[in-house]
């Protein structure tokens, strides 16, 4: 449907370069939760960190996934949750603030 094969494709996730924007699919993903979009940091540690000082509750902790992707999940005060992620295989703009400016990006 999308046009392009999965850059990543594991029996635990599948991504996806869509456009330069991640396209994921988890098939342990919670149904209850609904989708979870990440977004693209440069360091998921020190970015779950600055969640959380902020008053986000960590859901998952920090975690490779394989082919040097980290994510994490935490629950923002609202009761979203946020997936960030850490990915080599994508390019990060620079924007000065050390994060990225989107999902997968």
Known sequence: MLGVGPYFDEPFYV???????ELGLDPNA?????????????DVD????RFVAAGAVLREEVQEVGGGIRVGTVVEPSGAVVGLIENPHF?????G???GGGPGR
């Open 91 to 95: 390019v990060l703009p620079e924007d």
């Open 46 to 49: 020190v970015a779950v960190g």
């Open 15 to 21: 991504g996806f370069n869509v456009g330069g924007y």
């Open 30 to 42: 919670d149904p209850a939760v609904g989708p979870v979009s990440y977004w693209g940091v440069r």
């Open 97 to 99: 603030s050390g994060e």
